[in-house]
């Protein structure tokens, strides 16, 4: 058998990316896919990139991926855009919208948001048929003949397992802005991977400690923009855009 680390949403993070990638390591798991927003919110994307391209086997894009190489009026987005160079801007622009492969017998599909785009959010409490409709094909992820078993995805930065009439729909958390716990998450799947053969395989949600207060203070002494509510999501997983 074989796992898979699937990482997500590290937001320019530095401290939380070492240490999720140490905790895979210490598992000896060779197969690393990222499921995208590697920049923004944090001080650091284009260290994250790098290391995202050292280690990572398939990157796929996310939403931040996507429009921070694009021209903008934000002040805030401009911060976040001028450590970037040519070549990493290339790179996001580069990446692919989702992944497929069986694991198993299960045949499984990997994307950022939703089918639909980067950009359409599904919530772990919205409707079953807006959560069903994350098995759909669409443009964005090819017409396949098989519909996937499993899907897992990122973008809303809360891990969960959900099983949805004989489907399983898993969201892996954030690694650098989760917003439910204030450690690090990342998801492992074990099984037979490349087999169509029905066999066992897990799903497995971890959760790992990173030093808070040294992504704060990396963030601080780059004068980072929007300080304050980046601070407030990462010492409380609470999102910035919850109103009292």
Same mark, same amino acid.
């Given at each position: ?5 699937i990482i997500s949403d590290i937001h320019g993070n530095i401290p939380a990316l070492k240490s999720v990638l140490q905790d895979i390591q ?16 944090? *001080?650091?994307?284009? /260290?994250?990139? #790098? ?6 086997e398939i990157v796929i894009k996310g939403n931040w991926d996507d429009f921070i190489t694009k021209d903008t009026e934000f002040e805030t ?8 160079? !040519? ?22 599909? /990997? ?8 950009? $359409? ?16 094909? $669409?443009?964005?992820?090819?017409? !396949?003949? !098989?519909? *996937? ?18 489907? $399983?729909?898993? !969201? ?8 439910? /716990? $204030?450690? %690090? ?5 074990? @099984? ?18 990173? #030093?808070?207060?040294? %992504?704060?203070?990396? %963030?601080?002494?780059?004068?980072? *923009? #929007? /300080? ?8 409380? %997983?609470?999102?910035? @855009?919850?109103?009292?």
């Amino acid at each position: 058998m074989e796992r898979i680390a699937i990482i997500s949403d590290i937001h320019g993070n530095i401290p939380a990316l070492k240490s999720v990638l140490q905790d895979i390591q210490e598992k000896h798991i060779q197969r690393i896919i990222c499921l995208g927003d590697l920049v923004g919110k944090g *001080p650091d994307s284009e /260290l994250v990139i #790098d290391l995202i391209r050292e280690e990572c086997e398939i990157v796929i894009k996310g939403n931040w991926d996507d429009f921070i190489t694009k021209d903008t009026e934000f002040e805030t987005l401009k911060w976040h855009q001028k450590n970037l160079t !040519n070549d990493h801007c290339l790179f996001l622009e580069s990446l692919p919208f989702s992944h497929e492969f069986y694991m198993s017998g299960k045949f499984i599909r /990997l994307f950022h948001a939703s089918p639909h785009s980067v950009y $359409t959010r599904i919530q772990p409490w919205d409707s079953v048929e807006k959560r069903l409709s994350m098995f759909e094909d $669409t443009e964005h992820t090819g017409f !396949n003949k !098989n519909t *996937p078993d499993i899907v897992g995805y990122g973008d809303v930065h809360q891990a969960f397992i959900q099983h949805l009439l004989g489907k $399983t729909l898993f !969201n892996v958390g954030s690694v650098g802005n989760p917003l439910d /716990l $204030t450690t %690090a998450s990342y998801t492992i799947l074990e @099984g037979e991977y490349q087999s169509k053969v029905e066999s066992s395989m897990s799903i497995q949600c971890v959760r790992v400690p990173y #030093d808070i207060e040294l %992504a704060i203070h990396i %963030a601080k002494d780059k004068k980072m *923009p #929007d /300080l304050l509510p980046y601070i407030q999501e990462l010492t409380t %997983a609470k999102y910035r @855009g919850i109103k009292e």
